[in-house]
């Protein structure tokens, strides 16, 4: 059985690139994480969406497709629709999806479940790597609190993921099914529950995730507090079962919301497009205030054009450069988090690393 990680990086399954990249090569992603649009049905109280506020194209059906199809062109193995929006808002969702696996690429998507149609469940499900359902809440009135949204948006998700659960049971699919809940200290009281909530339901697994901030701390994400919670996050992983894991993101609930490296290679093998369109490192930079950082926008310019410019390269190597400080220059714990641990080790101590070869891997192509 391979393995489902959830609290680490996947990188070093992609040992010809890695070593591209450390030969001083230009490399493509590995991994795209985008969204459709910067619009949401929800209003969720952690939301860094809300941070990342710039410049929005319009991005069409055309636009999509020609980005899907330049990504399987250069070599881009995964992409997944979650970043700064709710891509299940765009008209073009489940065109983008079917047309992403027919270019062969390794199709996800993270949702809050909302806005899916019932009669085209099967149709993407049949298609995606995996789907992973955003909940904080177990229960309407405290779903409705945390996600900014009406009492009522509960049961139709919860109905939504149980129709998922059952139409990959009947027709056998691989897909994989999950909860996320992104983690407060004063979410505490919903930790067992949705534990409960996920075995129920019959989903593969549930993750407990920190809340990202950003470098002056908009959202006041209190890392210390965290510590608090070990006990109760603990008590939830007991809810695992040989078919359903409960799981926390440990390494970084941990951290203190400190980084141990400065500079940031990651995006190189994980690349974050806004739902506005832009091409930027990470989501950490999408805000208008970091132009500098700001490489271009797939509604103005083919991707493939984007990643062969000189710009592109340009801001990637000054983010990887002595010039560039992620520890105090960028928000914290970003979705390349663990990326860049695993490069800052393998630069820093010149260490050589070698392909695992004891277990496969779920999701290899999400790293």
């Known amino acids: 059985m391979k393995e489902l990680v959830l609290d680490g990086q996947k990188l070093a399954y992609h040992e010809e690139r890695l070593k591209a990249w450390l030969e001083g090569k230009k490399i493509a992603p590995i991994t795209i994480d985008c969204a459709l649009t910067r619009r949401c049905t929800y209003r969720c109280v952690y939301c860094y ?58 199709m996800a998507v993270g949702t809050n479940g909302y806005l899916l149609k019932e009669d085209r469940l099967e149709e993407i499900l049949s298609v995606l790597t995996y789907i992973r359902f955003n909940i904080s809440a177990a229960g309407a009135k405290r779903y409705a609190d945390i996600h900014g949204t009406d009492d009522k948006c509960f049961e ?33 009281d919903q930790v067992i529950p949705l534990a409960k909530l996920g075995k129920d339901l019959g989903v593969d697994y549930l993750i407990f995730k920190h809340c990202s901030d950003d470098e002056v701390g908009s959202l006041r994400v209190d890392y210390l507090k965290y510590q608090s919670c070990i006990d109760i996050l603990k008590e939830a992983e007991k809810y695992s079962t040989h078919e359903y894991k409960v799981a926390v993101k440990w390494s970084k609930i941990l951290s203190g919301g400190k980084r141990k490296y400065k500079q940031c290679y990651a995006p190189a093998f994980i690349m974050q497009f806004s739902g506005s369109g832009l ?28 990643w062969q410019d000189e710009r592109y390269w340009d801001v990637l190597n000054f983010i990887a450069s002595d010039k560039f400080n992620a520890q105090i220059m960028c928000g914290t714990l970003c979705l390349q988090h663990k990326v860049n641990e695993f490069l800052w080790d393998l630069k820093s101590s010149g260490a050589s690393f070698t392909m695992p070869k004891d277990k496969q891997v779920l999701h290899k192509n999400f790293i």
Do not use: W
Request: glycine share 8%; aromatic share 10%.
């Open 279 to 306: 091409v930027a490192p990470c989501g950490m930079l999408f805000n208008s205030k970091y132009k500098k950082y700001h490489i271009g926008n797939i509604a103005e310019k083919s991707f493939k054009e984007i």
């Open 156 to 188: 139709r998700v919860v109905k939504i993921i149980r129709q998922c659960v059952n139409i990959k049971k009947d027709k056998l699919l691989g897909v994989t099914i999950g909860l996320q809940m992104v983690f407060l200290p004063r979410f505490s």
């Open 49 to 106: 969406g809300a941070l990342q506020a710039n410049d929005e194209k319009k991005i069409t059906k055309d636009v999509i497709f020609r980005f899907l199809d330049d990504a399987a062109d250069i070599g881009v193995k995964g992409v997944s629709f979650v970043s700064d929006g709710e891509s299940t808002c765009s008209p073009y969702f489940y065109d983008a999806v079917l047309r992403g696996k027919a270019n062969g690429l390794d």
